[in-house]
């Protein structure tokens, strides 16, 4: 069996000299002067890549590690968190922060939309004294952004710290924590960045980690608890050993993310292009606004179903999409485009594998979609010559 395109949401594609620097011989990281200070260059690449002046810190874990990490060393049994949720990833932050005792308030809405700033505002208004906020920035699942550039002020200005899942979203699409007032930026190796899975990070505030330091209640885990990275650099220490070979592959991929001065337009021309093909092809987006550039998700077509699409698409083409779980299970599939999946070519393979997939499934396509997505793409361009 030839190697699939994997072209879902994360893990993505990953780069040949991304795959080689994986593959360099490796250190003690615990001894070795020269990997503190490697360690330290990729948390400064990190840093630009995530638009923020505030500490970054390398986890050795899969992206859930850094939210598990930072809710772990934030709450305290009886903080009031509200939880922002539309979505599977919000409603999972919400129940994290119920597990380390916080009492959880959500402001919960469709999958389908996006939570605004007067719906937070409103929500503020009638609750009070709260000590954090949760809010995903990209839900995956629904293929879905949330605008954290209105809403972030909104918390700020009441004085909670935030704690923003932006896993799906850094490197892809503008992201300014520190203009709009992101305590704690929670980031995954294996999306944006085109990493092997393996490596979480995250961006921390001077307030929360003046919040970490107050806790007033023991520390249930090690480690999840971010207290322990402090002034790492200085004492030359790392908590637990570090995965080597992950972070010289992850410092590759964000060397070469950041060589790109213009990857947000990249991921809005090809995101806006795919979502005009399936749509003149007759397919339904699952959201109704609020679309992500990182991520498209799609309504199954009725009497479709999501096993006999992946089975068609992987064995007769070579590449992988995919589904959705919990609530979204069986109801969409969905197209990842964003890191190195990213790229014209490879979403006209993937276009053109699903409509020969789903019309051999008994869908009737309204119009051709490698037309529109060719059509998109080549008025992107030209208008990139124009301006």
């Known amino acids: 069996m030839r190697e699939p395109l994997i072209m879902t949401p994360g893990p993505t594609e990953v780069a040949e000299e991304v795959r080689q620097a994986m593959a360099q011989n490796f250190t003690n990281p615990d001894l070795d002067p020269q990997f503190f200070k490697f360690y330290a260059e990729l948390c400064g690449d990190l840093q630009k890549i995530i638009n923020t002046k ?9 992206g859930m590690l850094a939210l598990d990490a930072a809710l772990a060393s934030l709450i305290e049994p009886g903080d009031r ?6 979505g599977i990833f919000g409603t999972g932050l919400a129940g994290m922060a119920e597990n380390y005792g916080a009492e959880v308030v959500k402001l919960e809405k469709s999958y389908r939309e996006p939570i605004t700033s007067r719906e937070v505002e409103e929500v503020l208004e009638e609750e009070s004294n709260f000590d954090l906020a949760t809010l995903v920035h990209c839900e995956t699942p629904a293929g879905l952004i949330n605008p954290a550039v209105e809403i972030l002020p909104v918390l700020k200005e009441r004085g909670l710290i935030t704690v923003i899942d932006a896993v799906s979203s850094l490197g892809g699409i503008e992201f300014k924590p520190d203009d709009w007032g992101a305590d704690v930026v929670l980031g995954g190796s ?17 307030r929360a980690w003046k919040k970490i330091e107050s806790r007033k209640a023991s520390q249930p ?5 971010l207290k322990l990275w402090q002034n790492w650099q200085e004492k030359q220490e790392f908590p637990y050993t570090p995965s080597v070979s992950d972070i010289y592959a992850l410092k590759k991929a964000a060397e070469r993310l950041l060589t ?10 090809i995101a ?3 979502r005009k093909a399936l749509q003149a092809g007759g397919l339904t987006l699952y959201p109704d606004s609020g ?3 990182t991520v498209t998700a799609v309504r199954m077509p009725d009497g479709i179903k999501f096993s ?8 007769s083409h070579g590449i992988m999409i995919a589904g959705a779980f919990a609530e979204l299970s069986g109801k969409v599939f969905r197209i990842g485009h964003m890191g190195e999946n990213c790229r014209e070519e490879k979403l006209y393979l993937t276009l053109k594998a699903l409509q020969h997939s789903l019309v051999k499934l008994g869908f009737k396509f309204q119009q051709d979609m490698l037309k529109t997505y060719v059509n998109e793409m080549n008025s992107a361009a030209v208008n990139e010559l124009n301006s």
Do not use: C, I, T
């Not at 505030?54 to 899969?62: A, F, H, P, R, Y």
């Not at 968190?81 to 539309?86: E, F, I, K, Q, R």
């Not at 790109?260 to 021309?269: L, N, P």
């Open 54 to 62: 505030n500490q970054v810190l390398v986890l050795s874990g899969e």
């Open 81 to 86: 968190v509200l939880a922002l949720s539309n």
């Open 190 to 206: 294996q999306k944006v960045l085109s990493a092997p899975p393996g490596l979480a990070f995250l961006s921390l505030s001077s």
């Open 221 to 225: 885990a090690f480690y999840l608890n």
């Open 260 to 269: 790109e001065a213009d990857r947000y337009q990249r991921h809005s021309w």
């Open 272 to 274: 806006g292009a795919v």
């Open 291 to 293: 679309y992500s550039n």
């Open 308 to 315: 006999d699409l992946n089975r068609e698409m992987l064995e």
